[in-house]
């Protein structure tokens, strides 16, 4: 089955700092990727959505120059939490599908970002 | 209003029990639909993905669809304790690849 691998799977970092987070499909292309984000008890949002050898489309009231986004192969995509802030605190969550047309998205494990 | 709603729950059932979770929408462009299992601090598993109305069925999972009353529906029969997690249904159009999630439905199921 479609395996998606993000990592790391938690990470703590200072208030400033900046994240990478990965997320890789292990046995498939991914043209797009997506990345959300989910708030304890609280259902996915979509933050903005990878395409390869292109921009990425930011959701509205999402930072792009917060949360920037690098999909530079077929198989990976980068999400950057730059200057971060305790309200930046959440669990982030990538997904992507197989090809183009309406395959299912499979998603990633998530990463735990705690900003102190 | 919400594109699509769910039931937060939480909802508590025995073991062996036959479990019903179901998600309303109000986007008529939604074509395909799915259910996904979150266990805590992990990401959404896919459980069910269908396309049309009507059922499908996989396992101890059962899948509705019904366009028409624009409401989506996850059985489960004899449940277990290790189905206890939150579960998500979510949604999309063919315009767009995204999904649209509900808010969840945590589920408990007590041995």
């Known amino acids: 089955g479609a395996v998606v691998s993000q990592h790391p799977s938690w990470v703590i970092c200072k208030s400033g700092t900046s994240v990478k987070i990965e997320c890789r499909s292990l046995d498939f292309q991914a043209t797009t990727m997506f990345w959300y984000r989910q708030f304890p008890k609280q259902s996915l949002m979509l933050m903005a959505t990878s395409n390869e050898g292109s921009k990425a489309t930011y959701e509205q009231g999402v930072e792009k120059d917060k949360f920037l986004i690098n999909h530079a192969s077929l198989t990976l995509s980068t999400l950057t939490v730059t200057s971060a802030h305790p309200e930046d605190s959440s669990f982030y969550i990538c997904?992507?599908?197989?090809?183009?047309?309406?395959?299912?998205?499979?998603f990633g494990n998530g990463t735990r970002l705690t900003v102190t | 209003q919400k594109e699509v709603e769910q039931d937060p729950g939480p909802l508590s059932v025995p073991e062996g029990a036959i479990v019903s979770l179901n998600c309303t929408y109000s986007n008529s462009a939604f074509q395909y639909f799915m259910w996904y299992r979150q266990y805590s601090r992990k990401g959404p598993e896919l459980l069910m993905y269908?396309?049309?109305?009507g059922n499908k069925e996989d396992g101890r999972f059962t899948a509705q669809v019904d366009k028409s009353s624009k409401y989506i529906s996850l059985f489960i029969r004899d449940s277990q304790p290790s189905d206890s997690a939150t579960y998500l249904c979510?949604?999309?159009?063919?315009?767009?690849?995204?999904?649209?999630f509900g808010s969840g439905t945590r589920l408990q199921v007590q041995p």
């Open positions: 979510a949604m999309k159009d063919t315009g767009r690849r995204a999904l649209t």
């Open positions: 997904s992507a599908s197989q090809a183009l047309g309406d395959s299912p998205l499979h």
């Open positions: 269908t396309y049309s109305s």
